[in-house]
């Protein structure tokens, strides 16, 4: 039976967070979590002598996790990885570490727990193997303690092996690149991803709360303790509480449930994200011997196959984009502020929902999505048994594929923001009969784990006859990757179906490159390997006018998706541009010119095109910028909402005022250049709304350094980013400058990267210098721990004036 289909229109569903930011302090009652990233030594290559206490590590480097090797090393396109993964270097090599655990630990069960590996990890504990990981996308976790020397040392080594390339089709990362931490606990402790939280009726008025916790009893005897379940609310007011007396027997793992109700809850939405938090403790008599906080947001939601979806009884678009796991210049290093300065950049365009391409994304990830109000589609797989690339996951399904889908949903399955778990990514089974029995399969797995989401997966074939994903019946929601056109025919084809544009657009763009004339639409390639015309320096223009063969472009997508009520929503491939597939071009190409916004995080121009769309906000974005030949004709792009019409003005003199017209997008005018100020004006009923001006920019004057934030925690883990440019006496950005900028770090930082978002740009992204590209690049400072203050210092050597900013540092 398919359970999705006849649950209550007023499901819900809570959040929890197993790994909890919080470090209880040594001595104290309850669980104890410590981060465990500090202080490893590393080395490339193969050491499989580095498990053993005697061995000499003086060579290797010391670092502080999470860490990625590949993005460390040269771009070079022999490097294995190839194309699809940027050129960068993969291999092999080991992490080791000593550390030390208090004598008064040896009664307490004590774990190692890894949010993402990639890949192959295999780890020891004083020359002991605890286990293999291949997915390197997967969060896992070891039982050290009968292995550790308590109040001694002890030696942890790590080997990872991303040797066999190539093995995905973008850029993965090599290395412990996620966060690690090491967890102590009593013998009777909350298990590993140990609760699920359901919501099984939500209302404003009152809300059922199931709580199911999975208890283990490592003890040799059995134990009777007490559970006691609070609910609270942002303030930390509780709302709700139950508490009952429990028995579990000796070396055993038991659910026990608790039913509570919440009056007059806050639901979680898109606009309003309101978190509250179970609080779980058990005690042994009167001793605390387990605390564990479980995040809990409420709400409820509907796919219907006319009206599209609905969050908490609202009709709601999903307004998504794809996002790949990369940090840009970190590569896959994960850090929750480089996460934090993504969403919010997505969030400001009016994105509402987030695809986790094409695999688990990080706990930091999913913790933003609940706290920032995104709709998340959670994606375990991009292959199954049938592979995409030689060394891809399809070596690995059978043996892995269960436990992985398992973990995947246990680690997910209490966020609010998860409302689909997508089982695959145009999987290649759909063209034969073998992906009926797997797909149903792997949709049975999740619904042993989770009734309360849809199952889906992201599909290219809408031919139902070639499709045998689809006619497995195994999928509660369709979801179909591109092809636009064929949108409309859906209702008909797909009778009853709910559906929702899983993957879309494609469109190729650089940021800050224009080629005149924009009124033609270019596919570049025409179809897979066929020549093209593309342009000497490996750059696309940015208006939206070149696509894949096949996708679209931004505006032929989003016009299609807003008029079909029944489609439920779009997710655009991509949000940000990432490593790797830099289709159209070959090397020396090595990342994506898919995205909204770039590499660097620099929004392109049709960035403005969709917040004009998705948000209410008064938008007016015109462009290119305005240094051109004399009398080139060059053609002015205006996004624009809430306003009738825009009026264009070139040195005061009016060009005319135009307005969008049916289901148009954008207006432009075709202006010949002469030097000065172009202004738009938008307005509404004959009232002022906006005015946007672009002007000349002149003789550079002066390194501008614009910082994201003021301050940053010596956490050794905080990021400043800081947007450079150069400007003339009058403040203007000079839009072609290509100066290189030398980076001086001083106090309590360090330059983690550098980036200007060129597709093209080999230059290292640990460089102390990078190159404007159209105008801009950006350099990422990291706390180094030290509280003092950090001053960047940027110069480019050409006469321009060296600049000085400071960063405070608390």
């Not at 286990?131 to 050290?144: K, Q, T």
């Not at 695959?424 to 399969?441: K, L, M, P, V």
């Not at 004399?630 to 009026?647: C, G, L």
């Amino acid at each position: 039976m398919n359970t999705y289909k006849n649950i209550s229109k007023k499901t819900g569903i809570a959040l929890i967070m197993l790994f909890s930011a919080v470090c209880f302090a040594q001595g104290k009652q309850g669980r104890i979590i410590e981060d465990f990233n500090k202080n490893w030594n590393f080395k490339l290559g193969d050491y499989p002598e580095a498990v053993n206490a005697n061995f000499n590590v003086s060579d290797w480097r010391t670092l502080q996790l999470p860490h990625d090797w590949s993005i460390e090393g040269a771009f070079n396109k022999d490097n294995k990885t190839k194309q699809a993964q940027g050129f960068l270097p993969a291999g092999k090599g080991w992490y080791r570490k000593v550390f030390t655990v208090p004598a008064n630990w040896n009664n307490k069960t004590v774990s190692i727990e890894f949010d993402g590996v990639f890949k192959n990890s295999e780890v020891f504990i004083n020359g002991h193997s605890l286990g293999m990981r291949p997915n390197g996308y997967i969060s896992f976790a070891y039982d050290l303690s009968q292995y550790l020397n308590f109040g001694k040392s002890n030696i942890i080594a790590v080997k990872v092996d991303n040797d066999a390339q190539p093995n995905s089709r973008w850029y993965t990362g090599s290395g412990i690149y996620r966060n690690v931490r090491l967890t102590a606990s009593e013998k009777l402790h909350v298990g590993k991803w140990g609760t699920f939280v359901t919501t099984p009726e939500v209302s404003t008025t009152e809300s059922k709360v199931h709580f199911e916790v999975t208890i283990d009893n490592d003890n040799t005897i059995a134990k009777e303790f007490k559970l006691v379940t609070s609910i609270v609310n942002a303030d930390n007011v509780e709302v709700a509480n139950m508490t009952s007396t429990e028995k579990i027997g000796t070396k055993t793992s038991e659910k026990k449930i608790h039913d509570l109700v919440v009056k007059q809850p806050k639901l979680w939405n898109t606009e309003n994200p309101y978190l509250y938090k179970v609080i779980t403790k058990v005690y042994e008599k009167s001793k605390l011997v387990d605390n564990y906080e479980t995040p809990l947001g409420f709400r409820y939601f509907s796919f219907d196959s006319e009206k599209g979806f609905s969050l908490n009884g609202v009709p709601t678009k999903i307004l998504g984009v794809c996002l790949h796991h990369d940090n840009g210049a970190l590569g896959a290093v994960e850090n929750i502020h480089a996460v934090r300065r993504k969403l919010i950049l997505l969030k400001e365009m009016g994105a509402n929902a987030i695809r986790m391409s094409h695999n688990p994304h990080s706990l930091e990830m999913m913790q933003l999505c609940d706290e920032m109000g995104f709709i998340v589609q959670d994606e375990a797989f991009d292959v199954w048994k049938k592979k995409k690339v030689t060394n891809d996951y399809h070596k690995d399904w059978d043996a892995w594929h269960k436990q992985d889908l398992e973990d995947f949903i246990k680690r997910d399955r209490n966020h609010p923001s998860v409302i689909m778990w997508s089982i695959g990514n145009e999987i290649r089974e759909q063209f034969d009969s073998t992906g009926i029995a797997i797909a149903r399969e792997l949709a049975k797995i999740v619904k042993s784990l989770d009734t309360t989401r849809p199952v889906t997966s992201a599909l290219t074939e809408n031919v139902i006859e070639k499709n045998f994903i689809y006619q497995s019946g195994a999928l509660d929601l369709l979801g179909f990757n591109y092809k636009h056109e064929d949108y409309k025919d859906f209702p008909v084809r797909f009778k009853g179906q709910k559906i929702l544009a899983s993957e879309s657009v494609s469109a190729l763009e650089t940021r800050g490159h224009y080629d005149q004339l924009s009124d033609s639409i270019k596919t570049w390639p025409s179809k897979f390997g066929a020549p093209f015309d593309g342009n000497a320096d490996w750059t696309v223009s940015a208006y939206d006018q070149v696509k894949s063969y096949w996708g679209a472009t931004h505006e032929q997508n989003w016009k299609t998706i807003k008029k079909q009520d029944f489609m439920a929503g779009t997710f655009i491939w991509t949000g940000f541009d990432y490593i790797g597939e830099p289709d159209p071009y070959p090397y020396p190409a090595r990342s994506s010119y898919f995205g909204i916004i770039d590499l660097a995080g620099l929004p392109k121009d049709v960035y403005y095109m969709y917040q004009s769309e998705w948000t209410t906000k008064p938008v007016l974005h015109i462009f290119p910028h305005w240094n051109w030949k004399k009398d080139q004709e060059v053609d002015v792009w205006a996004y624009y909402n809430n306003a009738d019409e825009v009026e264009l003005f070139l040195n005061g003199k009016s060009l005319g005022k135009k307005s969008k017209q049916n289901d148009d997008l954008h207006i432009s005018w075709r202006v010949k250049f002469e030097p000065g100020i172009l202004k738009a004006v938008s307005r509404k009923d004959g009232k002022l709304v906006l005015e946007k001006e672009i002007h000349t920019a002149g003789e550079a004057s002066k390194i501008a350094l614009n910082a994201d934030k003021t301050t940053i925690k010596n956490d050794t883990y905080d990021l400043v980013y800081v947007t450079v440019s150069i400007i003339d006496k009058d403040g203007n950005v000079l839009p072609n400058a290509t100066d290189l900028i030398n980076f001086e770090v001083l106090g309590g930082g360090k330059l983690v990267g550098v980036d200007n978002g060129y597709q093209a740009n080999l230059d290292s992204f640990k460089a102390n210098s990078c190159k404007l590209f159209n105008g801009k690049c950006i350099a990422i400072i990291q706390s180094n721990g030290k509280k003092e203050n950090i001053q960047l210092k940027a110069s480019t050597g050409n006469g321009i004036s060296r600049e000085m900013l400071d960063i405070k540092v608390n």
